[in-house]
């Protein structure tokens, strides 16, 4: 995995409520095999006039001027803005993926759903959970100036606004450990071998029903 | 000991080991795996250059992008074909316990073959790479969707990294009306606590009116969990769990039957254990639900009326109405019951079990599809579910009403395969998830049950089934 150490990224703003996963990486996409290649199809129904389907070459195909993330200012962003429960609905990593693969290293809300949240993190991807008047104030911010940008230091756990204003996050310890260094979860389990064969040796013998 | 909820029961039985901050590595039992989430994740692995840690945990069947007709042809869509024979190759290659691929007499949606086959038991923590894993919750199991990197990590190291969540009870007490179902309970608990409303928690199930459901009804209601924002949602170890559970292929046998019962009574909230967040329902106020928006909260009665964004005072949520509204084609303060469909799905990992085929044959029987309806599609579960259904003569009855009787699979759950909606098409489904597009682009999805299902085919309108009598 990618670490994430210190980002100064440009800021885009997606103003809604429960984007779920569907939106982000619509299933069409999802019968690939690869873990690599989605970001040209992030918010794919949002992002483009026409239905698009795997294999395409997306640069031909028609933008929906409407869409936040298509305009001039904000491309190249490496900060998404949201509202409450991001990430709702299926479990499919394909929704980290198609977003690191966009160019977004960390995600700014109120809330997240769970089994995105730890999806991101799997994928060198940072959800930031803030309060709902300081996630307001970034929103406000951000659409009002151009270029808007954040610094977000993992180490510090600080997101620094242009005005100078420094916002703490949270995030467990263990997965900001992770993140730091980049660490591959499996080689950091397999470090508890012994303990997880013992466990289940001693599972096999009292509830031998489960190892038919 | 002190009082111990079942989650903190189950939980307890499975810590392998905890860091400082208390993220723990759980033990997993139960694996199931599908073509869409394990790809990346056996490709991962073979990279790594890892064995699986215990293949016989690992289930496995095709369900997504399979066809629902003509299974003869095989797959048509390269792409899709590509993912199934990719599993097909990937479980030859590694093993496991079982593995129902496309076209075998067992195959079916993944959350209908682990229970029906007894590869689901109580006690046991049970993963898959998709969120709608809670359902196996209704055993009495720790049950949860992982995302492909942790399918992967299960696979290497058995374990999954976890931190306990907080414990919800949900009690639903009373008895539920004639004509409203373990569906229209769940979607009334969403409508109450909201789609994030059980983020962060696991939720139990529990009061007199989830006792009295059929294992078929506690797994349609753990099956939406998620969809109340809860990774893993539960219901205690009774006699209708047990029931069920006699004589299943994987089931225990003999002497071990009888050693694994007694354990499985025990798993069950203690009396007077402490819950961080209890909700109660009243199974009289539960009237048959129907969706109106792009989000499973977005619910109302049969009874209710499309809402007025104008009416809702919060800015953030009036603008989500009004989307809502806009991408559903509907106009503020119309009834439920005059909206018409253009398509039914009876199906999903929902409802698609032989009592939920039960309930919508019911209605269906004597009855015609209405003229507007362009296309009534049934897809049982598995392919046990089907072949129990004909036994039982329930496909006549459909086909009969000129419904399609399909071939199992996730079918237009999420239309990954050929079923699907088009642009600008109202559908009622007996599925989990009403979003943009879920369906096929541009579809338009309103959440009901078995039972409501049929009865849109048959009036070509949402119509309160406890009027046809
Ligand atoms: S039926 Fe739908 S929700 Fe269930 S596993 Fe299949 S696609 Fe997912």
């Not at chain 1, 999806?119 to 911010?141: C, H, M, T």
């Not at chain 2, 931190?163 to 009690?171: A, C, D, E, G, Q």
Request: aromatic share 8%; net charge negative; proline share 5%.
């Amino acid at each position: 995995m990618k670490p994430f150490t210190k980002l100064d990224g440009l800021v885009a703003p997606l103003d809604r409520a429960n984007v779920d996963t569907d939106a982000i990486i619509p299933k069409q996409f999802l019968k690939s095999i690869k873990r690599s290649g989605f970001g040209p199809n992030a918010f794919d129904e949002w992002r483009y006039l026409d239905v698009g389907q795997p294999g395409q070459d997306n640069s031909k195909r028609p933008l929906n001027p409407d869409f936040v993330l298509n305009q001039q200012r904000y491309q190249g962003a490496q900060v998404l803005l949201t509202r409450d429960n991001f990430g709702c609905g299926s479990s499919r990593e394909h929704a980290p993926w198609a977003l690191e693969d966009y160019g977004f290293r960390v995600l700014i809300g109120p809330s997240f759903a769970d089994i995105f949240f730890n999806n991101s993190f799997k994928n060198g991807l940072l959800p930031i959970r803030l309060d709902v008047a300081e996630v307001d104030e970034l929103f406000r911010q951000c659409e009002a100036t151009e270029g808007y940008r954040l610094i977000v230091d993992l180490a510090a756990q600080t997101i620094t606004r242009p005005d100078g204003k420094a916002i703490g996050f949270d995030i467990d310890p263990f997965r900001k450990e992770c993140l730091l260094n980049g660490w591959d979860d499996i080689g950091l389990t397999l470090r508890h071998a012994d303990k997880i064969r013992d466990f289940e040796q001693k599972r096999r013998a009292q509830h031998p029903y489960y190892y038919a | 000991m002190a009082a111990q909820t079942l989650y903190e029961k189950l939980w307890s039985s499975h810590v392998v080991h905890e860091e400082a901050d208390g993220t723990a590595l759980i033990y997993i039992d139960r694996h199931l795996v599908h073509e869409v989430t394990s790809p990346q994740a056996f490709e991962g692995l073979k990279l790594a250059g890892r064995k699986p840690w215990r293949i016989s945990s690992i289930v496995a069947t095709a369900d997504h992008n399979t066809p629902t007709d003509h299974w003869e042809r095989g797959i048509l869509d390269p792409v899709s074909r590509q993912q199934v024979e990719t599993l097909d190759a990937n479980i030859r290659e590694v093993g496991s316990l079982a593995y129902f691929p496309f076209r075998d007499e067992r195959q079916g949606i993944v959350h209908v073959i682990g229970p029906e086959n007894g590869a689901t038991l109580p006690g046991m923590t049970v993963v898959c790479g998709d969120s709608h894993t809670s359902t196996h919750g209704a055993f009495g199991c720790l049950a949860h969707g992982i995302g492909t990197s942790e399918v992967e990590h299960v696979m290497a190291t058995q374990c999954l990294l976890q931190k306990k969540s907080k414990t919800l009870l949900i009690r639903v007490d009373g008895q539920l009306g004639k004509g409203v179902t373990a569906k229209d309970v769940v979607l009334a608990i969403i409508g109450r606590i909201g789609t994030a409303g059980g983020t962060g928690y696991a939720m139990e199930f529990g009061g007199s009116a989830i006792r009295a459901l059929s294992m078929e009804g506690r797994m349609t209601i753990c099956n939406m969990a998620i969809e109340a924002g809860a990774r893993a949602g539960m219901v205690g170890v009774d006699e209708t769990t047990i029931d069920y559970l006699k004589d299943r292929p994987f089931s225990p046998t003999g002497e071990a039957w009888g050693q694994a019962v007694a354990y499985w009574r025990t798993l069950k909230s203690d009396e007077g254990a402490q819950f961080d967040k209890l909700i109660e329902l009243k199974a009289e106020d539960i009237l048959p639900q129907v969706t109106w928006g792009t989000s499973p909260e977005m619910v109302t009665t049969v009874e209710g009326r499309v809402p007025d964004p104008a009416a809702v005072a919060d800015p953030v949520r009036r603008e989500g109405v009004e989307r809502a509204l806009k991408y559903m084609g509907l106009e503020p303060n119309t009834p439920i019951t005059d909206i018409e469909v253009d398509q039914v799905f009876i199906g999903s990992c929902t409802n698609s079990r032989i009592e939920d085929l039960r309930e919508a044959a019911a209605v269906a029987k004597g009855r015609q599809k209405a003229a507007n309806v362009r296309r009534v599609l049934v897809v049982p579960g598995s392919g046990l579910v089907k072949r129990q259904a004909e036994e039982e003569g329930l496909h006549e009855i459909f086909v009969a009403a000129g419904f399609e009787w399909r071939e199992p699979g996730c079918s237009m759950c999420l239309a990954m395969n050929a079923d699907r909606l088009e642009p600008g098409e109202r559908c009622a489904s007996t599925s989990n998830r009403n979003f943009e597009g879920r369906q096929g682009a541009g579809g338009r999805t309103h959440l009901v049950s078995p039972a409501m299902a049929a009865a849109a085919a048959v009036t070509g309108h949402f119509t309160d089934v406890r009027q046809l009598a």
